[in-house]
């Protein structure tokens, strides 16, 4: 059952604090749900080398916070990695290798955790996700600004013989309750925020199990299948009632294809890495309203149809 919990304080930043000569405002920050493993922990690798300070969240704490630390080590290896290029490219007076995104203070950089259990089959736990949704605004808003990319990839496979009427109806509030109502109650409260900021955006782990033709088209997993397909729904509907990014906000789907995770096991084609790519992109894209798409489902960088 999800639930609202209180952050540890020593991870909140203080009032009115600043890291080296920028303020803590000036710095771009994102969320990633299911942040502790897999496409969520590899997306949020991806954002912290473009800059980004994260929040890590997950269901488990502990998982999430050996997540954070393993994050924050990684990018102290990137700063140490960016200061050693700087003084070679200095010492040879060569700016080539200098890339502004990658020149971050370690302090700039720390990633913060938020435990949030997604399992919200009750009407009060869903309303129990939108309230950690909300004290994660009040928490970080007054001090980073708003986030500038929330990632949500959090999301459980139905059990292997969920054909659609064989699936228990537990199974069916289970699996609709991580995959598409906290999906809901993330989208509700952050989304609102963005769009009325007129700046931000949203990307949220689909599947090609979930499109309507091609490999969605096969029966099987019905509640994974018809969750994912109502995530692509609701990206698309969002995107139509937002303007399709004229008005600052984007909203979009991604497909990661088969990856090495816990969900698609060790044979998979593709690292965990290579499945984030796409996800990564799409937070970080140039973006011109009129030209550039959102509100489709991407994968490896291109619109596929669901």
């Known amino acids: 059952m999800a639930s609202v919990t209180s952050q540890d304080s020593s991870s909140i930043p203080a009032a009115g604090s600043t890291s080296g000569s920028e303020s803590e405002t000036a710095k771009p920050w994102a969320i990633v749900t299911g942040g502790s493993r897999g496409l969520g922990f590899e997306t949020a690798k991806g954002l912290a080398a ?25 990018v102290k290896t990137l700063n140490e990695t960016n200061n050693s290029n700087k003084i070679q490219a200095n010492n040879s007076n060569d700016n080539s290798t200098k890339d502004p995104h990658r020149n971050l203070d370690v302090e700039d950089q720390i990633a913060h955790s938020w435990p949030i259990d997604f399992e919200a089959t009750t009407p ?34 139905s059990a292997k ?23 809901f109650a993330l989208v509700n409260v952050f989304g609102a925020a963005m769009s009325e900021a007129r700046d931000g955006r949203i990307i949220i782990y689909s599947a090609c199990l ?23 729904a609701l990206v698309r509907n969002l995107a139509h009632e937002t303007g399709h990014g004229a008005r600052g906000f984007l909203i979009d789907a991604v497909c990661p294809n088969h990856s090495r995770t ?45």
């Open 161 to 183: 013989m969920s054909k659609t009427l064989r699936t228990d109806a537990n199974e069916w509030r289970r699996v609709m309750s991580i995959n598409l109502d906290s999906v």
């Open 124 to 157: 009060e736990a869903l309303a129990g996700v939108q309230e950690s949704a909300r004290k994660i605004l009040e928490t970080y808003q007054s001090q980073w600004g708003l986030p500038k990319v929330v990632v949500i990839a959090h999301g459980v496979m």
């Open 262 to 306: 816990d969900m698609g096991g060790a044979d998979a084609p593709r690292s965990a890495e290579e499945g984030a790519t796409c996800a990564v992109w799409l937070a970080t894209r140039p973006f011109t309203a009129g030209q550039d798409q959102t509100g489709l489902l991407w994968e490896d960088n291109e619109v596929i149809p669901w």
């Open 50 to 74: 473009q800059g980004y300070r994260l929040l890590l969240v997950a269901k488990d704490p502990e998982r999430l916070r050996r997540a954070t630390e393993e994050l924050n080590a990684y």
């Open 210 to 232: 979930g499109r309507m033709s091609g490999p969605g088209n096969a029966g099987g997993l019905a509640p994974y299948r018809i969750s994912k397909a109502g995530v692509n």
